[in-house]
T-cell receptor, first 113, second 109 residues
Framework: NAGVMQNPRHLVRRRGQEARLRCSPM?????VYWYRQLPEEGLKFMVY????????ESGMPKERFSAEFPKEGPSILRIQQVVRGDSAAYFC???????????FGSGTRLTVV | DAKTTQPNSMESNEEEPVHLPCNHS???????IHWYRQLPSQGPEYVIH???SNVNNRMASLAIAEDRKSSTLILHRATLRDAAVYYC??????????FGKGTTLSVSS
């Protein structure tokens, strides 16, 4: 059981470029969650998805950020036209449902230069 | 907005019990209470979760107040490997977990 797989582990982008972060949930899990962690800060909820549906995106910035979880393939968090303030660790988690424990991935550390 | 609060830091000695508190001021009747911990440069690790009654597993115990507005994570015998940032949270109206800002636990030998 490979757990939650996130790639890449580290991503460097220049200001204005696009960043695409991938998350493959644990086998059998159909609920995916994305969190952002700024340096020395806590975990901030961004978006909750089930297969092909966005359940809750109340934590997503209104512009430049989008997420999807297609029927086939990993969940993708996409950040367009990155700015230095987007530099952070982005964690994906998966579960069997809202009332079950989460399994987190190792994160993608995005650096915007 | 969800309001989950926990102390910034706590200290413990090795082999002593540790009680980490959390307040869940906006929790509703069907929201589960969760605890996770995070080591530097790693993803959060599941510790324990529950709804109403106290819960035990191999890692820890979770005590939930009768009104569910507070919970306590209990590490029965702290080890150096338990030094981490501990996050409590609850899932708002059955959606995603909203976490507190975390408690940094230091363990001294």
């Amino acid at each position: 059981n490979a757990g939650v797989m996130q790639n890449p582990r580290h991503l460097v982008r220049r200001r204005g470029q696009e960043a695409r972060l991938r998350c493959s949930p644990m086998k059998g899990h159909s609920h995916v969650y994305w969190y952002r962690q700024l340096p020395e800060e806590g975990l901030k909820f961004m978006v909750y998805l089930q297969k092909e549906n966005i359940i809750d995106e109340s934590g997503m910035p209104k512009e430049r950020f989008s997420a999807e979880f297609p029927k086939e393939g990993p969940s993708i968090l996409r950040i367009q036209q990155v700015v230095r303030g987007d530099s952070a660790a982005y964690f994906c988690a998966s579960s069997n449902g809202a009332n079950y424990g989460y399994t987190f991935g190792s994160g993608t550390r995005l650096t915007v230069v | 907005d969800a309001k989950t609060t926990q102390p910034n830091s706590m200290e413990s000695n090795e082999e002593e019990p540790v009680h980490l508190p959390c307040n869940h001021s906006t929790i509703s009747g069907t929201d589960y209470i969760h605890w996770y911990r995070q080591l530097p440069s790693q993803g959060p690790e599941y510790v324990i979760h529950g709804l109403t009654s106290n819960v035990n597993n191999r890692m820890a115990s979770l005590a939930i107040a009768e009104d569910r507005k507070s919970s306590t994570l209990i590490l029965h015998r702290a080890t150096l490997r338990d030094a981490a940032v501990y996050y409590c949270g609850d899932n708002q109206a059955g959606t995603a977990l909203i976490f507190g800002k975390g408690t940094t636990l230091s363990v001294s030998s």
